[in-house]
């Protein structure tokens, strides 16, 4: 007959049995994590505890050809914050009246994915030292707000050049996509336009790190390796601070005058000064311009917008080489050389230039811009009086000869060309011809002809 012990000793057997199973369980999967796996949980571990945050670089100045610096560096206090900030709408509700800046771009900055998971965000630039002082006073009352120091363009001369170097700014998506840097983030400045969009590799410099242990919330807990970014590097230009002055002072004073004269729409224009010698840009001007230093605390919707609207005239436009225009009477001097080059005149010739010219007959008749001249004029005279009617004749017999000798020419001395010179956007320009016409004309068959006062026009630009 069992007794009750024979009962227990079974269930302990079976309890026995259950408890080996489980401990042999749990030593097994301990040998496949710590013997099988053991590197790669460690990896996993220390990714867990070890980050490392990129340090910016000071970009570089950007001199004139004296070596007059057009754009600097400030050193500027900056309020930071860690993203978990975010959590806290009452401590956000005060920092934005701390720092004015309305609660709802702190939230967006908070939240930006540009920037590294522990990196701290800048919620405001150049702060003034009233403000730093109180955070730092009160930092009880600002949990996850640091006072931090950084550099941003000085521009000494204000708007000088200001199509001529630039602006900086958050790298966009599509930067970010193109560049062959390495160690680029989402969060970087860079030069989004002139001098410093084309040599950003130059004057971005070379970042630092920091290599940090952080505990199970993301926390910082010390630093465990640093390197100290490095300063990009300086480029001269061949631009002249005096000459670029005076440069858009005439340009503005030129648009001033035409308003004076009933050109009441002249708001725009550009103004260059070459060195004849080496070709070099002495001063580069266009109208209407902008304030680069707008950019570096990031520009507001509306101000993007405003300066690229068609009321404010696009002022971000270099007009100096981003707008073709029709060269005007300057060209004439293109025309006396290629027709002097073909043989359509000589220096000697004199042509009789009336008033009103009717080379083409009187359908397609043409005033010469002084409505009251009728003389004869050698080349050297037509050049000095820019007389129109000399030059209508000149075209006409280019015209008369064939294969388009005067665009073949205008192509050879550098129209309808790039000049690769070292800003973005240059626009090539258009010498036209038949086949342009044509192409252009494409839905109007009417219009795709190249007709004799096509070439006449042409040749007083």
Not at 192 to 203: N, Q, T
Not at 260 to 265: A, L, M, P, Q, R
Not at 409 to 418: C, D, M, N
Request: aromatic share 8%; hydrophobic share 40%.
């Amino acid at each position: 007959m069992n007794t009750f012990r024979d009962h227990l000793r079974g269930r302990f057997a079976v309890l026995g049995v259950v408890v080996l199973v489980v401990l042999g369980g749990l030593a097994a999967q301990l040998w496949s994590m710590q013997i099988l796996n053991g590197a790669t949980f460690v990896a996993a571990a220390n990714s867990n505890r070890i980050r490392q945050v990129s340090l910016p670089a000071v970009r570089g100045r950007v001199l004139d050809d004296k070596g007059r610096p057009l754009v600097t560096n400030r050193p500027v206090m900056v309020v930071n914050a860690l993203a978990t900030v975010a959590q806290d709408t009452t401590l956000v509700a005060r920092l934005s009246q701390v720092i004015d800046v309305p609660v709802p771009e702190i939230q967006k900055r908070l939240a930006s994915y540009k920037v590294q998971p522990l990196a701290p965000r800048t919620l405001r630039v150049d702060v003034p030292m009233t403000t730093a002082a109180y955070i730092v006073e009160h930092a009880p009352e600002f949990p996850g707000i640091t006072i931090g120091d950084s550099a941003v363009r000085q521009y000494p001369y204000g708007s000088l050049a200001a199509h001529v170097l630039g602006y900086t700014g958050e790298i966009s998506e599509q930067q970010l996509a193109s560049t062959a840097t390495s160690g680029t983030t989402p969060s970087d400045i860079v030069g989004k336009a002139g001098v410093e969009a084309y040599y950003d590799s130059v004057l971005e410099g070379e970042k630092g790190y920091e290599t940090l242990e952080v505990d199970n919330m993301g926390h910082v807990r010390s630093v465990l390796d640093q390197g100290p970014p490095r300063a990009g590097l300086d480029i001269e230009l061949t631009i002249d601070k005096d000459v670029q002055a005076v440069a858009e002072k005439a340009l503005a004073d030129a648009m001033t005058e035409a308003h004076h004269i009933n050109f009441t729409k002249a708001h725009a224009g550009a103004a260059v000064v070459l060195d004849v010698h080496t070709g070099a840009v002495i001063a580069m001007a266009s109208a209407p311009t902008y304030d680069p230093s707008s950019f570096l605390n990031g520009i507001s919707d509306a101000e993007w917008k405003s300066l690229n609207a068609t009321s404010s005239d696009y002022p971000l436009n270099n007009r100096a080489i981003m707008a073709s225009y029709p060269p005007g009477s300057t060209f004439k001097a293109v025309v006396s050389m290629a027709a002097l080059q073909d043989n359509v005149i000589t220096a000697g010739t004199s042509i009789y230039c009336p008033a009103h010219w009717m080379g083409l007959g009187k359908q397609w008749a043409k005033w010469n811009w002084d409505h009251t001249t009728n003389r004869s004029y050698s080349l050297i005279g037509a050049i000095e009086q820019s007389n129109d009617s000399f030059f209508y004749e000149v075209g006409k017999r280019f015209y008369q000869k064939p294969g388009e000798k005067l665009q073949a020419f205008a192509r050879s001395v550098g129209f309808g060309k790039s000049l690769g010179i070292d800003l973005s956007g240059e626009a090539p320009g258009r010498v036209p011809d038949a086949a342009w016409k044509k192409a252009f004309n494409q839905n109007y068959p009417e219009y795709q002809q190249w007709l004799p006062g096509d070439t006449v026009n042409m040749a007083i630009g």
